[in-house]
């Protein structure tokens, strides 16, 4: 079974008035590279997320975007008493403070060093690593839906080019002993056209040599043969079950159809082949752009 690279998927909630969202997002890529986006205060769990999407997901460009708000209680920080009463003990200690007149601007101490404390980013961390990996799951379960869909799409697109390539094939082995019986009759008639103001001709044997000659020459049954052969191979892979990537292996295969192609088409220089050779080739260009997109 072939998979798409290319895909998108989302998942968000609110646990205890914070609220979470994640999204998913992932693109042709000849690696796997991960690109994480998370607010700062949940910096701690990069590595965490990192190591799931590598769990998921083997080729591609992934970006991961997670949004947090926080509404609830959690998010208010700690008022430092212990810092207030120390501040007050040295306010009274000043020589010749009228302790009576004297008035304390609370907006004014919550702004001094120490005495508004945010909370703990471990136990903001522990709150959201749960779930924010289980969101994550959900997006990662979304985004391989997609990629499984856009897969059947390219599993028959792929289907069609390798049936048109092999209809192209079959015209090139058909037309491949008509060429040399073509390429005699040419020969034995520039021949006699040369020598007929001598009175001479052309021995049979003299003839069947060349003919012998340009048929081995021209002769493309090993390259028919390695072509079939891959273009088998390429089938038996996208109709596989099994979930092992495998879009490096049919980009190898591609490769090696348009170098077979390549061969045949310089062996052969009869006009409807060489026609057929330029139809193959178009056809193993499309395939190859479109496994760049096979996981």
Do not use: W
Request: proline letters at 2%; charged letters at 30%; hydrophobic letters at 40%.
């Amino acid at each position: 079974m072939i998979r798409s690279m290319t895909g998108f998927g989302a998942a968000s909630t609110s646990v205890d008035g914070a609220h979470y969202s994640v999204e998913v997002r992932s693109l042709n890529n000849k690696y796997f590279k991960a690109q994480i986006r998370l607010p700062d205060e949940l910096q701690g769990l990069e590595a965490e997320l990192d190591a799931a999407l590598s769990h998921r997901f083997s080729r591609g460009s992934v970006l991961l975007t997670v949004r947090f708000a926080d509404s609830s209680a959690n998010a208010a920080a700690e008022v430092n008493i212990h810092a207030i009463e120390r501040y007050l003990d040295q306010i009274l200690q000043v020589p010749g403070l009228d302790h009576d007149s004297t008035r304390v601007d609370i907006t004014a101490m919550l702004t001094l060093p120490g005495v508004v404390v945010a909370g703990s980013g471990e136990k903001l961390l522990d709150r959201a690593r749960p779930t924010l990996l289980k969101l994550l799951e959900q997006a990662c379960d979304c985004l391989m839906a997609m990629r499984d869909r856009e897969g059947e799409m390219l599993h028959q697109e792929l289907h069609k080019h390798c049936a048109v390539i092999r209809s192209h094939l079959e015209v090139i082995v058909e037309r491949v002993p008509i060429t040399v019986d073509m390429y005699q009759q040419r020969l034995r008639q520039r021949i006699n056209t040369l020598l007929a103001d001598t009175g001479t001709t052309v021995r049979d044997e003299d003839l069947i040599k060349e003919v012998a000659f340009y048929a081995e020459r021209s002769d493309i049954a090993e390259e028919v043969a390695r072509l079939e052969g891959h273009l088998a191979q390429f089938a038996e892979i996208i109709d596989s079950e099994g979930d092992d990537p495998s879009g490096r292996t049919l980009e190898f295969l591609s490769q090696e159809l348009l170098r077979e192609a390549n061969t045949i088409g310089s062996k052969c220089l009869d006009v409807e082949i060489s026609r057929r050779i330029v139809e193959i080739k178009g056809g193993i260009d499309r395939i190859k752009e479109q496994v760049q997109n096979v996981e």
